[in-house]
């Protein structure tokens, strides 16, 4: 039962980005600790395996634009949509920033 509990706060850290300080500047070591909740589906440094969209190189504005509107139930998604609320528009940001200058 502990380790339950333990487990979905676990979950729940990764798909919130963190509980402390969301509005907080962010240095790089927390940017990239962000960056790699994603890496389980879109490929370590934002580069995919085929069939998954890569987002490493992609433009910084494109990017956040996307999160923005998975967030906001603009875009359709099968899962971007929950995983983007978890995030600050600022940390959304700070993710299109790093990803857009990954390769
Ligand atoms: C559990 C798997 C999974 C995780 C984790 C994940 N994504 Fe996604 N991502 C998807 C899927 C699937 C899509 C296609 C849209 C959909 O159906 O939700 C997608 C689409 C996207 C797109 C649009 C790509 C395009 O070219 O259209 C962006 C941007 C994106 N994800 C960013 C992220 C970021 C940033 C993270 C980490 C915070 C992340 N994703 C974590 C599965 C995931």
Redesign the pocket.
């Known amino acids: 039962m502990k380790w339950t509990l333990l487990a979905q706060a676990g979950v729940l850290l990764v798909f919130s980005?963190g509980v402390r300080g969301q509005d907080q500047p962010m240095d790089a070591l927390q940017v990239r600790s962000?960056?790699a909740?994603?890496a389980?589906?879109?490929g370590t440094q934002g580069m995919a395996q085929p069939g998954?969209?890569s987002?490493a190189g992609?433009s910084k504005e494109a990017?956040l634009q996307?999160?923005l509107d998975?967030k906001t139930g603009k875009e359709?998604?099968?899962?971007?949509?929950q995983?983007?609320r978890?995030?600050s528009d600022a940390q959304?940001g700070a993710?299109?920033a790093y990803?857009s200058s990954a390769r």
């Open positions: 980005g962000l960056a909740t994603c389980a589906c879109h998954m969209a987002l992609t990017l996307k999160m998975f359709a998604a099968t899962l971007m949509h995983i983007a978890g995030y959304l993710l299109a990803f």
